[in-house]
């Protein structure tokens, strides 16, 4: 099959698609899968016209999982059926066996009522550690009265995202998008049914699950985003606020936050207690068996900051005032011969190595994402320059944007290429596509 799509062999993979209305076989036998249409023998030696649109799902699937990631939007747009097919999990299944998926991380962030979309592509089969990705590519959308009723909401910094397959769903507090990274297109899905701010959302088992975001809801909703559909599946014992959602396993996860709505002076004291526990949290709930599961927290409290999950494991970064800590939480709950530990064992690790002007206050926050067997931590917000400048030290330090990769085989942090300075205060995702 040719390395693109171009018109020629578009409007061949269209015509193949639907059934010849002169053709009256009705039995059509085939060997192999047909590159291009032909003609093939019954038992009755009569030549009869066939089109890839008689192959079974099972078949047809097969073809298409091999063709080139250039491809695959064109494809995904010749029917319906195949676009069902393009985004079925054993598309994605076939792909990764023949190692047509790569994983790419995407930030996304919005300015002037218009989308941005930055993405690198991490190349795990390349040995040098120094050059392990792409550089970062760019890509706007025009402005969208959707993209700008989410700007003017604070979006993406205020919003989650999740990915599905091949598209993100960028949740915010009273709307929510889709976005299509093999068309590029994006368009409106139904908001959440209870207004959140700076809430946990994660994607289990092809569904988005999202908790906290408030003082007065201790709601889950559940998203079907074939259905584009929301309810409420659970409600969790405590109301977070500012918390980050991870999955793994079957597992949502609920991390960090705080508990706000305490008032008097014994209750704001319990309730300056009570919250540095939350800080330090974990909630963990099965969504398969409707139930949640022992929580648990991080080693020496401490304030999270960033979390994510990455190849079975969640990954912390917490704030102690004066340092920094990192740690892994196995998350597996199926045991894992020869892997030492176990599920619900803490491991304290290599911290990342942020430069010294860098602390972790109000004004900057960090991005956490699991790309396949790494770790991704972005500076989305926070401008060095001026931390210097308020402190009365002077100097240039360092821009918004600083990228660091911790590879969790080699158990080691490097730098890598800054996100690029159009994309501001930007949230982030792994997509494998």
């Not at 990274?181 to 700076?198: E, H, L, Q």
């Not at 990342?352 to 699991?370: E, K, M, Y």
Request: proline share 5%; with cysteine; hydrophobic share 40%.
């Amino acid at each position: 099959m040719s390395d693109s799509c171009n018109s020629r062999h578009f409007s061949w993979l269209m015509k193949s698609c639907y059934p010849n209305p002169n053709d009256n076989s009705t039995t059509v036998v085939y060997a192999v899968a047909p590159k291009s249409s032909s003609s093939i023998t019954n038992n009755n030696n009569n030549c009869l016209s066939s089109n890839i649109s008689s192959l079974p799902d099972d078949i047809l699937i097969d073809c298409l999982s091999r063709v080139p990631p250039s491809s695959i939007p064109n494809l995904s747009l010749v029917c319906r059926r195949w676009t069902r097919l393009l985004l079925s999990p054993i598309f994605s299944d076939l792909r990764r066996n023949h190692g047509l998926l790569r994983h790419t991380l995407f930030a996304l962030s919005a300015a002037d009522s218009a989308l941005f979309a930055a993405t690198i592509r991490f190349h795990p089969d390349q040995t040098d550690n120094n050059n392990t990705e792409s550089p970062w590519k760019v890509s706007a959308f025009l402005p969208d009265n959707v993209v700008s009723t989410l700007g003017n909401q604070g979006f993406p910094s205020h919003a989650r995202l999740s990915a599905v397959g091949p598209r993100i769903y960028i949740v915010g507090r009273n709307a929510t998008l889709r976005y299509d990274t093999w068309t590029g297109t994006v368009t409106a899905r139904s908001p959440m049914m209870i207004s959140r701010k700076k809430f946990a959302a994660a994607a289990v088992s092809g569904k988005i699950y999202v908790a906290g975001g408030g003082p007065r809801t201790t709601a889950v909703e559940e998203c079907d985003p074939d259905e584009d559909k929301w309810r409420v599946v659970a409600h969790s014992s405590r109301s977070r606020y500012g918390c980050i959602g991870a999955s793994v396993d079957g597992v949502f996860y609920v991390i960090g936050g705080l508990k706000l709505g305490a008032s008097g002076n014994d209750q704001l004291r319990a309730a300056s207690i009570e919250a540095h526990v939350y800080a330090s949290s974990m909630d963990l709930y099965d969504v398969e068996a409707r139930a949640w599961l022992r929580s648990r927290a991080v080693p020496g409290g401490g304030c999270v900051v960033a979390a994510c999950a990455a190849a079975g494991h969640i990954y912390v970064l917490a704030s102690h005032a004066v340092e920094l800590t990192f740690w892994r939480f196995d998350a597996r709950r199926k045991a894992v011969a020869g892997s030492g530990g176990g599920f619900g064992e803490w491991c304290r690790i290599k911290c990342p190595p942020l430069p010294a002007q860098i602390s972790v206050d109000s004004t900057v926050r960090f991005c956490c994402a699991g790309v396949g067997d790494k770790v991704v931590l972005v500076q989305v917000s926070g401008c060095i320059d001026d931390l210097l400048r308020r402190s009365g030290r002077g100097g240039r330090g360092m821009k918004e944007g600083l990228v660091l990769v911790y590879d969790t085989v080699a158990g080691e942090w490097r730098r890598a290429a800054d996100l690029p300075e159009i994309v501001r205060r930007a949230s982030c995702v792994c997509v494998e596509c």
